[in-house]
């Protein structure tokens, strides 16, 4: 184990935020990325990139609190969370059967029955089985270690977005060091200071409909990402100067002629384009929307003086809390798409384990029949090694190729002493 790191000193730094975006099983892809950061680019940086801040969503916020606990042993945290996902055997993750799929149409209707699964925890609807993955999720993190990073200045913010099913709202739970920041003006946003606890991020990555709800305290949650996939704005909430954004999905070139036709699809081809729906990723508009403020923001101040500047800073801050400022980013993205990966893995049979009932075996059925060669349902929940390690891989291998412009970003964002 690596040696802990001592409380870093920010000096100029800018303060770094990591963004995690959510997608199941598509996650495996963040870790091939984390990899990457923290083993090729960090011998070329001469030390490991600092995030101040780390905001995550679904298996984003897994794996930010993944960050939050492990953040004083940086070194190691691509290789332990990329083996720890190349390690999952499928049927002892998740799993369903006939039982789970006949009340479906309660959960959709809104007639689910609250189960107790283990004392306090208490879980409402979801198709798949998830106990198995919740116990990974509790043992995969230190989460003592959480408040401990944090105090001692090992991360300054961690956030975990979810959504309160009760109300519709995204919920951002904050661990922070300091006091909780103005927050959106949206009436369907609030944050909530917490100390980070599994319950937190097993709801923030309860797929819906698919995943069972999550109680956190009296209210049931499920995954933040049905309103903020990619929640780069906690990320600015909480001061911000530089974001680093990994996203799941991937952006596919422009169709110029017109699209190819194709027989009616069937059942799980509809799910996984459902889900698709219900996880739509804003994260290009939000990015272009921050360029443009950069640009204002720059346009502004540079048409007066000091006294023009503070007087543009009092006006913003009195409408939204707290002055306008530019904020560098720099985006990762799949190269190609995660659900052709998926489907390819369940046509050809390639997976780590075998088994796992009538459920799985019909799952893996549908996803090899359907139309195209895609199979988005099957990329969100399957979490198995043959398919983590292909996305562990892509991950990596998308994050060399942007080397140099990572570098160029994160060079003023390094501890050296790590």
Known sequence: ????????????????????????????????????????????????????????????????????GTADMAARQGQLLAERWESMVLEEVVSFGVKEFMRAPATLLGRGTIEEVEKGQRRLGGVVQTQQLERLVRRLIPWSRVTKNCQSGAFDSLSVTATDIGSGKSVVFVESRSPL?????????????????PEHAIASAALPILFPAIAVGERFF???GLRQNTPLSPALRLGAEKVLVVGLRHKPAEVT???????????????????????????DYDLDRLRRFNSFIEAAKAAGDEAHKQRLDDVITKARGAPYRTVGEFMLRPSVDLGE???????????????????????????????????????YILFDGVYAAELVRVGYEDARAKHDELAHFLKDCVDPET
């Open 341 to 379: 990966i998926a489907g390819e893995i369940a046509r050809k049979g390639q997976f780590k384990g075998m088994g796992g009932g009538p459920g799985i075996r019909l799952l893996r059925s549908l996803a090899g029949a359907q139309v195209g060669s895609e199979a988005d349902l099957l990329s």
């Open 181 to 197: 920041p103005p927050w959106s003006q949206d009436p369907f946003v609030r944050a909530q200071a917490v100390k980070m606890l």
């Open 222 to 224: 499920c995954d933040g």
């Open 1 to 68: 184990m690596s040696r802990p790191t001592a409380p870093p000193r920010r000096g100029n730094r800018p303060k770094l935020a990591l963004v995690l975006s959510g997608g199941g099983a598509r996650g495996a892809y963040e870790a091939g990325i984390l990899r990457y950061l923290r083993e090729d680019l960090a011998g070329d940086l001469g030390g490991q990139v600092h995030f101040d801040i780390i905001s995550g969503t679904s298996v984003g916020g897994i794996h930010a609190c993944f960050m939050a």
């Open 257 to 283: 002629g017109p699209e190819e036709s194709m027989p009616f699809p069937g059942a799980a081809f509809l799910a996984g384009k459902i889900l698709n729906a219900f996880l739509l990723d804003h994260i």
